[in-house]
């Protein structure tokens, strides 16, 4: 059975300091390691102490990662005016909600937006199963 694609997306996404995931390379499953419960840290450590090689650490998405994806999309809107407040949104207070806010507003474009974060998210899922070998 190959790894759930749609649970290792929102791993991949997660950007929680405080969640880590990894992929158990035998079950393909993947496990959630909270760092506030010591129970699930201490459960994951005897895992993996037990067998190294079985498991995957799924990386974080790094600092900027989101905030580059909207920079990345921003470049490909027609629209010059839609474009430069979508620009603004990004040196706002709560950018990515702001971003999502305005989003809301052009319907084509907030479709274009969903279509472009799906294919991002694709291919960093794709990148992480071939990088590991994972089915």
Known sequence: MPVDRDALA????????????MVDRTTHKILTLNLDDK??????QQRVA????RYVQIP?????????????????VQDPHFKQALTRTLSGHRPFREFKD???T???????????????TDK?????LRATGLP
């Open 102 to 104: 305005l989003l809301e």
């Open 50 to 53: 037990a067998d190294k090689s």
């Open 60 to 76: 974080k998405i790094k600092g900027r990662g989101n905030y580059e994806e909207m920079e990345r999309f921003i470049a490909t």
């Open 10 to 21: 929102k791993a991949l996404a997660d950007p929680s300091q405080t969640i880590h995931y």
């Open 39 to 44: 129970r699930s840290v201490v459960d994951v």
């Open 124 to 128: 960093r899922v794709t990148e992480f």
């Open 106 to 120: 052009k319907p084509k474009e907030k479709r274009a937006w969903e279509k472009f974060h799906q294919d991002t």
